[in-house]
């Protein structure tokens, strides 16, 4: 046969799929070092609003005391992401049904024991943080029953909003405890409301995209509800929330009242300033409304 003998079709397919083959792999892996990324900068950024933009302020935190917290409640926000992961493994599997024999489920609960013990080690936990891993619990159960089932009502959206900031109120209860300080219930209580406003704004400013990629979104679930009146009910919700908030300022002292108005205005005032007309939700989640 000639050297220079011109290659055959399938010669020719031969090469181009030996050619392609490490082009598949490397992207593969870019894949997954960019989900690998992901997870540290989602971190990182809740951390940034969350902890060091209110928590740290709201508390008076001296400098070096915001230093010697944030290595560890970064470390630990990180970790909380691994429980996400086992919980968008089982959106559709109610895990209260399944809870005997599930995998998931007894994932869970392992991963839950195990970072009760890594808190405890860094004496970083007390009543607040443990009550918050609670309601993160029923955090995942509520949203996989929604989404297993597909039925929902009015007021299970609503208290999955509440429960959802239970990651960021467990960093801040770490605060009291890493400073062997008693948790300000006060402070505690004033910031509640204003956690689920900025959850609830952070849902308007993706909705969009949540629809796009069939998660779940608080706004999204109101407009499955409510149809053209959503905008009007989430305003609803949005001065309730206000008000709860606005209630528990006046318990604060007049010489901080300002201060932490602005402070907390600052979470979630402009994500809520705006609310998206609906878009057309045919087959979001496959949703049926639950009936009252």
Known sequence: ?????????????????????PVKAAMAVRRRLRRSCDVPVKAARIVNDYV?????PANRMPLHQRFRCAPLILLVEYLVYKVDAVSEGAKRVDLDVVRDHDEDYLTLHKYKAKFEKILRRMHAY?????????????????????????LVAHAEVIRLAELRPSD?????????????????????????????????????????DDLANGQFNTYAMFVELYGAGAPERIRAEIARYEGMFLAELKKFPR???????????????????AIPEPLPQTGYMS????QP
Request: proline residues 3%; charged residues 30%.
């Open 1 to 21: 046969m000639s050297a220079d003998r011109v290659p055959s079709a399938g010669s020719r397919l031969a090469l181009r799929a030996e050619e392609y083959i």
């Open 52 to 56: 060091f933009r209110l928590y740290f």
């Open 126 to 150: 007390n009543w607040s943080v443990a009550h918050q891993m609670e309601m993160a619990e029923e955090y995942v159960r509520l949203e996989n029953k929604v989404t297993s089932n597909r």
């Open 168 to 208: 960021v109120r467990l960093l801040h209860g770490m605060t009291f405890a890493l400073r062997r300080r008693p948790c300000d219930e006060d402070l505690l209580n004033l910031l509640w409301p204003v956690e689920v406003l900025a959850d609830i704004g952070n849902d308007l400013a993706h909705y969009p």
């Open 255 to 273: 010489v901080r009242q300002a201060d932490l108005k602005a402070l907390c205005a600052r979470r979630y005032r402009r994500l809520t300033a």
């Open 287 to 290: 949703v049926q409304k639950e």
